[in-house]
Antibody, heavy 119, light 111 residues
Framework: EVQLVESGGGLVQSGGSLRLSCAAS????????MHWVRQVPGKGLVWVSR????????TYADSVKGRFTISRDNAKNTLYLQMRSLRAEDTAVYYC????????????WGQGTVVTVSS | QSALTQPASVSGSPGQSITISCTGT?????????VSWYQQHPGKGPKVLIH???NRPSGVSNRFSGSKSGNTASLTISGLQAEDEADYYC???????????FGGGTKLTVL
């Protein structure tokens, strides 16, 4: 069974940093693009970033460009999101997701990890 | 404000059919083959229902179907069941950013 388990969320002050992790199992991790998507509680989904299988190609939403870094360790089957210069508006549930067929569809998703940035 | 526009809520009775619309622009839905639909129950991660406009992954009920006309995509759920009560989100490739944009979500209530 394909499974994604996020961790690393928590409470951090504005301007601080946090690193999220996503442990993957049940599929050949290196063969798939991976993504981070966030959701403010009670609000909609917002795509954050993606990385290709070998980690050499990354894309970011404008709202996080220059502050967030996506990476992966294929030996550990783990995806990361390093978040720096955090702002109150970064407060959200962060989901990791595997590409389904293309770069633009996601399945499955993890259960999410909560990031709260206090001002 | 979300990039794609969905109705905030829809409702239907068990057994009925409903359709949720998702309106974008010529920079996303209108020119994209990559429109997807997701179902999200409270406290859970989203689950894909439709990808590439009208493709259903294995394991997804054939009660769910997708289509697109111009800048508007649609998700139809036939034979409504109580467990269909959830939030539904559309998404599309966006050529201006090479990223993915989502709709604001639609809450489906099964009466």
């Amino acid at each position: 069974e394909v499974q994604l388990v996020e961790s690393g969320g928590g409470l951090v002050q504005s301007g601080g940093s946090l690193r999220l992790s996503c442990a993957a199992s049940g599929f050949t991790f290196v063969n798939y693009w991976m993504h981070w998507v966030r959701q403010v509680p009670g609000k909609g989904l917002v795509w954050v970033s993606r990385v290709n299988g070998d980690g050499t190609s990354t894309t970011y939403a404008d709202s996080v460009k220059g502050r967030f870094t996506i990476s992966r360790d294929n030996a550990k089957n783990t995806l990361y999101l390093q978040m720096r210069s955090l702002r109150a508006e970064d407060t959200a549930v962060y989901y990791c997701a595997k590409s389904l067929k293309s770069l633009y569809d996601f399945s499955p998703w993890g259960q999410g990890t909560v990031v709260t940035v206090s001002s | 404000q979300s990039a794609l526009t969905q109705p905030a809520s829809v409702s239907g009775s068990p057994g009925q059919s409903i359709t949720i619309s998702c309106t974008g622009t010529s920079s996303d839905v209108g020119t994209s083959d990559y429109v997807s639909w997701y179902q999200q129950h409270p406290g859970k991660g989203p689950k894909v229902l439709i990808h590439e406009v009208n493709n259903r992954p294995s394991g997804v009920s054939n009660r769910f179907s997708g289509s697109k006309s111009g800048n508007t995509a649609s998700l139809t759920i036939s034979g409504l069941q109580a467990e269909d009560e959830a939030d539904y989100y559309c998404s599309s490739y966006a050529s201006t950013t090479s990223g993915v944009v989502f709709g604001g979500g639609t809450k489906l209530t099964v009466l």
